[in-house]
Nanobody, 122 residues
């Protein structure tokens, strides 16, 4: 049974940083690209970042240069380092796994975590 468990969310002031982690289990990590998505209150869930097994990355324009996605293959974990946070980054952040290469499309992801709340105060 595949499980993705996010952690690291919380409340931070604008300009601050947070690091999210997603621990994966029940899958062959090397077969999967990992992604982060977010959903703000009353809005649809949107792509944030994705990372292939080989280390290729892609970011949403809104976070490019501020967020960094990385993976620790030994710990079967993917992280999202978020710097220079803005109030508009406030959302529930979801980790997802996709068999194959990275993707910006939610429908292409096979497994999802439950999400972790990030709140950025102004």
């Amino acid at each position: 049974q595949v499980q993705l468990v996010e952690s690291g969310g919380g409340l931070v002031q604008a300009g601050g940083s947070l690091r999210l982690s997603c621990a994966a289990s029940g899958l062959t990590f090397s077969n999967y690209a990992m992604g982060w998505f977010r959903q703000a209150p009353g809005k649809e869930r949107l792509f944030v970042a994705s990372l292939s097994w080989t280390g290729s990355t892609i970011y949403a324009d809104s976070v490019n240069g501020r967020f960094t996605i990385s993976r620790d293959n030994a710990k079967i974990t993917v992280r999202l380092q978020m710097n220079s946070l803005k109030p508009e980054d406030t959302a529930v952040y979801y980790c997802a796994a996709r068999r194959g290469g990275f993707s910006t499309e939610q429908v292409q992801y096979n497994y999802w975590g439950q999400g972790t709340q990030v709140t950025v105060s102004s």
